[in-house]
């Protein structure tokens, strides 16, 4: 009789292409799945915490003021109200936002370190190279954000003749005087763009990256940009974003991008820091004028000469296409609850201001 023999000669079974393409896309499926639900989870961690420390910031400063104590934020918010000369000052906003800022940033390293086994670590160690990668690159974001912020100007404004109010940031001081320059240092120039290095480039990168580097550059700017809370600093940042984010995946540092950050958000706090040091409106026009002039030709010349250096090459091969590994980002039940969310902030933003 005779007997069914699965194995060939040699001894070996015959691997099924078709099989094993089958097999390996249900695994990046499935891997890209768990990574895009633990991003999401830290990223609604994150919106959950800031809002838990911004009601807990705004208790701190009645109890302060009051010497009494109470969790009623109809009542805390009247005081402040009464008081809003000194608790609407650019010195309080500031104490406000670097509190609030990086105690949830603690909070969600500590979270992601515990929940998901997440470590930033290694993206964390500074190398020579990454301090003048940083330096080298600055220019060619800079110079995207500039572009790319005139001429969303010019929609803005295009937009504004027909009755459309675009709402914008407003980051302007508006108290001058040594406290308020030495928070919006402190936060501006070191807290901050630690945090948001933190997880827009190191979260972001570090759960996407093994599905493609490309996927990677591309949430951590989007993500990024989502995360400035309206349409105009949307587009900059975005733009501006996936330099940083390729520059990361480049270096596999966030060092490079926080020498990037430190430098963009010095250039954009030109004019307040001129403001409480004393030095002419027009003095400091020209200084940043000239900043501006410096890194557009040569962020230009870095991106018409060097662009290919920032394209990421994937090391593997993926059986899913790029379309399909975005699809199944934006798709992730908890990516779409994140998105919802910040859609609906943008939305609310906007009937406000056109009401």
């Not at 633990?38 to 838990?52: A, H, Q, R, S």
């Not at 580097?213 to 989502?226: D, P, Q, R």
């Not at 733009?239 to 990037?260: C, E, N, Q, R, W």
Request: hydrophobic share 50%.
């Amino acid at each position: 009789m005779d007997i069914y023999n699965p194995y060939p000669p040699g001894g070996a079974p015959v691997p099924d292409p078709v099989m094993m393409i089958n097999e390996q896309r249900r695994r990046e499926r499935h891997g890209l799945f768990v990574n895009a639900m633990k991003l999401g989870i830290l990223l609604l961690m994150y919106e959950g915490l800031t809002y838990v420390m911004n009601r807990l910031y705004f208790i701190a400063l009645y109890v302060s003021a009051t010497g009494s104590f109470t969790l009623d934020m109809n009542e805390i918010r009247k005081y402040l109200s009464d008081h809003y000369s000194t608790y609407s000052s650019s010195f309080y906003s500031m104490l406000g936002n670097l509190s609030i800022v990086s105690v949830s940033v603690v909070v969600l390293f500590v979270a992601a370190r515990v929940m998901f086994k997440i470590s930033l670590v290694p993206m964390l160690r500074p190398k020579a190279a990454y301090f003048s990668g940083g330096i080298k690159w600055f220019s060619a974001s800079m110079s995207i954000n500039v572009l790319v912020s005139f001429l969303v100007g010019i929609l803005v404004y295009v937009l504004g003749t027909i009755g459309v109010v675009v709402p914008e940031s407003d980051f302007s001081m508006t108290d001058s005087s040594l406290g308020t320059l030495i928070m919006q240092f402190l936060y501006v120039v070191a807290i901050g763009p630690v945090c948001e290095e933190f997880i827009y480039r190191g979260l972001v990168i570090t759960l996407l990256k093994p599905y493609g580097k490309g996927l990677a550059v591309f949430f951590s700017a989007f993500i990024f940009g989502l995360m400035h809370g309206n349409i105009p600093q949307f587009a900059a940042t975005f733009a501006g974003g996936l330099v940083f984010a390729a520059v990361a995946v480049k270096y596999d540092s966030i060092v490079p991008t926080l020498v990037m950050h430190i430098l963009n958000n010095i250039a954009a706090s030109i004019y307040d820091f001129t403001d409480v040091l004393g030095i002419s409106r027009s003095t400091a026009g020209n200084i940043y004028n000239s900043i501006v002039i410096v890194c557009m030709v040569f962020g230009l010349y870095m991106l018409i000469v060097h662009f290919r250096q920032l394209r990421p090459s994937e090391e593997k091969r993926f059986s899913l296409t790029s379309g399909q590994r975005r699809l199944a980002v934006f798709s992730n039940i908890a990516m779409l609850v994140y998105f919802g969310f910040i859609a609906i902030k943008y939305i609310r933003s906007f009937m406000m201001y056109n009401q």
